[in-house]
Structure formats: structure tokens, C-alpha cells
């Protein structure tokens, strides 16, 4: 985790500096409110898409806040994989891992100087939480034996098992995400914004044993209008 935001900070003051370098700025937008659509892709152990929307409001030059919401597809983890891998071989069968998440987050960009007369750099940081669901599937004989575990009755398999809530069911985890990224207006209403979100689902050792916390990353492009 540590080397990722470390690689986000990098890549922050490397923006910075370069924007430090840019003279031109372009003319203020109409409107202090904004608010876009965020289809993305996220990046990690597992791969998937993801979809949102974001709002927010120019308190003046430099900042801007902020609030999303939307749903990543699967954000597993290498752990997720391991927990259920053992369950898998103690009823003689295979695992599909799955994990998505709904979330919403609240925060706030500080807006850089403009490059290139038009590109608006910004870096920022957010806090919220994520909905976090399991939907790990488990199989015997190519047959699906999910809901038969979660019961605790698996006559196909070769011996029973009761699902814990690491593999299956849903939890509320706390959330903090790193948006690094660029805007642009044009028809000066109407703005794209295509950013890095980096983001940290916060582990629940209260709720589940040795839980550790999960990595996100979101590449997205942002098409929205100013009011």
C-alpha cells in the first residue's frame, strides 16, 4: 500500500511542478457547480469497469469540493483468493472470486495552474465509505454448491461447511481515495475531467478475522456541465 501512495505523491508533485511552469491560464468557467458522469476502469489484482457520478463546487480558484458515488465491479484482493481457495479444497471443489463495492465519498481538489491554456491539473483527497459484497461462488462436479454452503447442507460435497462473512454477504468499511487528474471546459458549460483515483477500503478486523484492507484504482473520464 505504501509504495502505491507513494507513486501517487510522486506522480502529484511531478504535475505540480510542471504546471509551475505554465504562464497562460484560461478565463474562469460559467457556473461554481458541476456535476459529470465517471464511467471508469480499475486496475489491480482483479480487473473490471466501474461507474458513477461526481459533484462538486468551486470555492474559488484554487479549491474545489467535491462528492461521488458509484460501483466497481470486482475489487478482490490476492487474499480473498487465498480464504477461498481453502474452502474450495476442504470440499474437494473450485472457487470463483468476486467482490464488488458500492461507494460514496466526500472531499476536496486543489486545483494547479493551467497548461497548455486549457488543461486544468488538480490533486485532492476524499474520505467516505464503501458497501463491500462477496459474491464468491464455490463448485463441485461442475455443479454450483453456493447457496447450499451458505446453508450449511451440501450433500454433494465431501463434507459440509458453513460460509463465513470474508466469503460471502455484504459490509460497510470506511474509505479514502486520492484523486490525481485533469479538466477542461469547452462551450463553456460543459467540462471533462480524466483522472487516477486511488483508494483504500479499510480492513474490519472486528468484523472479520485477520481482514486486511483492499486497493483500488480508477481510471476515469468525467463528461459533465457547469451551472
Known sequence: MMREIRSV????VMMAAGA????AQTAAPAGRYYAEFTPAATLGHMSDSSFGGEAGIRVNDRLEGFLEAGHMGNVATSDNDARAAVVAAFIGGSASVVQKA???DIGVKYRLPTLAERWRPY????G???????ATHFFVGGNDVTAQLEAGD?????????LGNDLTGSLTKGLIVIPVGVQTDFARRYL????YRFGRILARSGAIENDVGISTQRVQVGVGIRF
Request: charged share 10%; proline share 3%; aromatic share 8%.
Open 128 to 134: 467516505g465509505v464503501a458497501r463491500v459484497r462477496n
Open 9 to 12: 505523491w510522486v506522480w502529484m
Open 154 to 162: 451440501c450433500p454433494s460435497c465431501t463434507t459440509n461447511v458453513l
Open 20 to 23: 509551475a511552469t505554465a504562464n
Open 192 to 195: 471533462v475531467d480524466i483522472s
Open 102 to 104: 458500492n461507494y460514496v
Open 123 to 126: 490533486v485532492g483527497i476524499g
